[in-house]
């Protein structure tokens, strides 16, 4: 061994103690980063009634968060490199949990928007920095269980913080409904940014690098001109527009007749999220075994299936078409996700941020602009515009089929 070597820091392996508190801290600040992220999705109906605004104009309260920090994500892996890595996500953790915190005292619906806007802003440093300190601190036979884990809290982040919004608007009325939701869920953030910088290792192999952002566009322009990164980019737009127009105006549908649902009970269809999680695992396994391009399609059309299940005006079956969507949605994300980066013969990375970028921004768009079909037609409004938008991504799955065949 030379001297270089012995004198460099020891990476984190799997096993270790230190392992163990790196997984418990990055499951934290998942957890925590989607809870802020999607917390107003089952509130969207209280914030129409409240401040007078349409359904469109209340899912920008979703939209703005989503578009902002898919936006910022861009240059937040920059910034990490001249302040530090924990630093950012701890910075990160607490503005996002303290600007949801303010949203106690918001005085009207710009202010809302305003500070939706600085949350997306402040989340940017999270995720964009996450993954890069496990590659730089993590042994490379450990990388993929704290990633897991990273992934799992994601998961359960974002279906709690929809579920405890809900819940906590219902029945806590008497102390401001949506609003004392949302000063839970900052709390919560804040708890969540404490055991994060309680447990993480500090950074050890870490070097200060001066802020640049030159090149960035370039690297983007270079990567879309790629057929198949192209049509990957594309996917990720259509499918998370679809997605989260279903889940923002479901709500909506669930509280009118003849359901006639509370926030608390329409929340509950967010505890079909876990299966996004297994959709995720086990489609995800399925794809390196049987090709991307074949299951990437029969998500596609089980996507299809599951919104064709939600459109007859039963809870059951809307629960079981809404199971089935999450399901293949997830499988799809992961298969996609992990395909952007394989198919770029260098800046890998850069692929997988233009991929998180398009994929957010088409969320944020989609899920406002659904609004439109939902004010006009109701459901059957919102389901055949969520229903074009998987179409699409049916057309471009097969579209990559064919490359992929061809190469």
Excluded at 273 to 283: N, V
């Amino acid at each position: 061994m030379n001297e270089a070597s012995a004198a460099a820091p020891a990476r984190i392996e799997a096993g270790t103690p230190e392992f163990r508190r790196t997984n418990v801290a990055v499951f934290f600040c998942g957890f925590a980063i989607f809870a802020i992220l999607y917390c107003p999705q089952p509130v969207l109906p209280l914030f129409a009634a409240e401040f007078g605004v349409t359904p469109a104009e209340s899912s920008i309260a979703v939209s703005i968060t989503a578009i902002v920090m898919a936006v910022s994500m861009l240059f937040a892996s920059s910034v990490s490199e001249a302040v530090g890595r924990k630093v950012m996500m701890l910075g990160s953790l607490i503005a996002s949990s303290a600007l949801t915190l303010a949203l106690w005292a918001a005085p009207g619906w710009d202010s809302v928007i305003w500070l939706r806007a600085l949350a997306g802003l402040a989340l940017s440093g999270a995720p964009a920095v996450t993954l890069a300190y496990l590659g730089e601190e993590m042994a490379p036979k450990a990388v993929a269980g704290a990633v897991g884990l990273y992934i799992g809290g994601s998961a359960l982040g974002g279906m709690s913080g929809r579920l405890a919004a809900a819940l906590v608007s219902d029945f806590g009325a008497d102390l401001g409904s949506w609003r004392f939701a949302m000063a839970c869920i900052g709390i919560a953030g804040l708890i969540c940014a404490a055991f994060f910088w309680r447990l993480l290792p500090p950074s050890r192999h870490f070097r200060a690098r001066e802020l640049r952002f030159g090149g960035l566009s370039r690297s983007m322009l270079k990567l879309l001109a790629t057929p198949a990164i192209f049509l990957l980019v594309l996917a990720g737009f259509c499918m998370l527009g679809s997605f989260m127009t279903l889940y923002n105006y479901l709500g909506f549908r669930l509280q009118e007749e003849p359901f006639g649902l509370g926030p608390g009970l329409a929340g509950l269809v967010f505890l079909t999220y876990p299966l996004g999680s297994l959709g995720s695992a086990w489609l995800g396994a399925l794809a390196s075994k049987r090709g991307r391009g074949p299951v990437l399609t029969g998500c596609s059309v089980a996507m299809l299936m599951g919104l064709a299940m939600m459109t007859p005006d039963s809870l059951p079956m809307i629960v079981a078409g809404l199971s089935l969507l999450t399901f293949s949605f997830f499988g799809a994300h992961a298969i996609c996700a992990g395909w952007a980066p394989a198919a770029a013969s260098a800046d890998k990375a850069q692929a997988s941020s233009l991929y998180l970028l398009l994929y957010y921004v088409g969320g944020g768009v989609a899920g406002s602009v659904g609004g439109i079909f939902w004010a006009s037609h109701r459901w059957n409004g919102v389901a055949l515009f969520s229903g074009l938008i998987m179409t699409g991504v049916l057309a471009v799955s097969l579209a990559l089929s064919r490359i992929s065949q061809a190469r």
